[in-house]
Nanobody
Framework: QVRLVESGGGLVQAGGSLRLTCTSS????????MGWFRQAPGKERELVAAISATGLTPFYGNTPKERFTISRDNSKNSIYLQMNSLKPEDTAVYYC?????WGVGTRRGEFDNWGQGTQVTVSS
């Protein structure tokens, strides 16, 4: 089983920034689209952003793309989520996930391998 390991979460004040990293143990990482999801207490897991296998096609969920940027480095088997101007409502566990090989997934059901998550807490 390919492992996805997230890092970079933590506690930050409102207005601050964090950069999340997800690294895959799989040898075929560059063939799959990837995504970042988040789940706040009492809420459903939602898509933050996803990116195609080549990195050329990003997709953003309901989070404002002017604050969040997804990217990937296939040479490092990693994807990233740069989060700026963080708000308390961004507080959640952030999960990395991998999906298929065509296009880019836009729904939770299109991703089938998940990391353990990293906590992001934004204080007001």
């Amino acid at each position: 089983q390919v492992r996805l390991v997230e890092s970079g979460g933590g506690l930050v004040q409102a207005g601050g920034s964090l950069r999340l990293t997800c690294t895959s143990s799989g040898p075929t990482f560059s063939q799959y689209y990837m995504g970042w999801f988040r789940q706040a207490p009492g809420k459903e897991r939602e898509l933050v952003a996803a990116i195609s296998a080549t990195g050329l096609t990003p997709f953003y969920g309901n989070t404002p793309k002017e604050r969040f940027t997804i990217s990937r480095d296939n040479s490092k088997n990693s994807i990233y989520l740069q989060m700026n101007s963080l708000k308390p409502e961004d507080t959640a566990v952030y999960y990395c996930a991998s999906g298929g090989t065509w296009g880019v997934g836009t729904r939770r059901g299109e991703f089938d391998n998940w990391g353990q998550g990293t906590q992001v807490t934004v204080s007001s």
